[in-house]
């Protein structure tokens, strides 16, 4: 089955500094992948929609210039989270949809972001 | 009202039991809808799709009421392998929104022994 990888797994950092994360799509192509942030006890949300080659679409209330989105290659989107902060700590997951296919979304196993 | 709400739970169930989940969604244009299970600290994993016939895979039946807007999970004979949140996920309308995927809050289902 398609397989998407996030990279880091984990990651804790302190104030102010940027992190990227990154979301690979290891046996299919993506055209399309989605970011998404799960607070402790509460649903995804999805942040944003990347598309390659084009500008990413914000849901509204997130900050673009704040989580910068990159979606370079058919297999490879990154979202940096510039100046972080402890509010910005969460579970942050991607998911892809293959390029053709379905509309079937499939995760990445998500990247814990701990802001101290 | 949220997009899609579902049961607040938890439940808890013993080994073997019946349980059912409720969910319902506002955007009467929504195409498509289906049930994850999320699993601690872990990715959403599609557990099956939902269709107006209703459909069944093994121990799990889903049924969808697009007239009133609520998609069901039954999960039978439960197995302790079956603990895990369940969310119920509705994909947006076309145009823009299409692929995008709304969360319900999930359910958080515990089968002990």
């Known amino acids: 089955g398609a397989v998407v990888s996030q990279h880091p797994s984990w990651v804790i950092c302190k104030s102010g500094t940027s992190v990227k994360i990154e979301c690979r799509s290891l046996?299919?192509?993506?055209?399309?992948m989605f970011w998404y942030r799960q607070f402790p006890k509460q649903s995804l949300m999805l942040m944003a929609t990347?598309?390659?080659?084009?500008?990413?679409?914000?849901e509204q209330g997130v900050e673009k210039d704040k989580f910068l989105i990159n979606h370079a290659s058919l297999t490879l989107s990154t979202l940096t989270v510039t100046s972080a902060h402890p509010e910005d700590s969460s579970f942050y997951i991607c998911s892809a949809r293959e390029a053709g296919g379905g509309g079937e979304q499939f995760f990445g196993p998500g990247t814990r972001l701990t802001v101290l | 009202r949220k997009e899609v709400e579902q049961d607040p739970g938890p439940f808890n169930v013993p080994e073997g039991a019946t349980v059912a989940f409720n969910c319902t969604y506002s955007n009467s244009a929504s195409q498509s809808f289906f049930w994850y299970r999320q699993d601690c600290r872990k990715e959403p994993k599609l557990l099956m799709s939902?269709?107006?016939s209703g459909n069944e895979d093994g121990r799990f039946t889903a049924q969808l009421n697009r007239a009133s807007q609520y998609i069901s999970l039954l999960i039978r004979d439960s197995k302790l392998s079956d603990s895990a949140t369940y969310l119920c996920v509705v994909n947006k309308a076309g145009g823009t929104s299409y692929g995008k995927l709304t969360f319900g809050q999930g359910t958080i289902l515990t089968v002990h022994p």
């Open positions: 939902v269709y107006s």
């Open positions: 046996d299919f192509q993506a055209t399309t």
């Open positions: 990347s598309n390659e080659g084009s500008k990413a679409t914000y």
